[in-house]
Nanobody, 123 residues
Framework: QVQLVESGGGFVQVGGSLRLSCAAS????????MGWFCQAPGMEREFVAA????????YYTDSVKGRFTISRDNAKNTVYLQMNGLKVEDTAVYYC????????????????WGQGTQVTVSS
């Protein structure tokens, strides 16, 4: 069982930056692949980024490539999403998720979810 708690969301202007954090409970964090997803009002939950257990392999959706960076610190049981060059269309609730095997890009592939953190980008 893994419990995930996101933080770092907030209100930022276009072009600004935020760093989201996701703290995981348990002693087996390093065995989990982690993902970030976002969900805007009335929309389905969408893939943003994912990272494998040791941080060597990462995946990004096309719209965030070059702007967002996913990373992890297994000693701190934490995964991060550095968000630069934010756009209005990045506004959403951001969720982190964990799964036992390889990194994946589909919400249904993940077993554990955090409660989400709101990111609002204003023009």
């Amino acid at each position: 069982q893994v419990q995930l708690v996101e933080s770092g969301g907030g209100f930022v202007q276009v072009g600004g930056s935020l760093r989201l954090s996701c703290a995981a409970s348990g002693r087996t964090f390093s065995s989990y692949a982690m993902g970030w997803f976002c969900q805007a009002p009335g929309m389905e939950r969408e893939f943003v980024a994912a990272i494998n257990w040791n941080g060597v392999i990462t995946y990004y959706t096309d719209s965030v490539k070059g702007r967002f960076t996913i990373s992890r610190d297994n000693a701190k049981n934490t995964v991060y999403l550095q968000m630069n060059g934010l756009k209005v269309e990045d506004t959403a609730v951001y969720y982190c998720a964990a799964r036992r095997t390889t990194a994946a890009m589909t919400p249904n592939d993940y077993d554990y979810w955090g409660q989400g953190t709101q990111v609002t980008v204003s023009s």
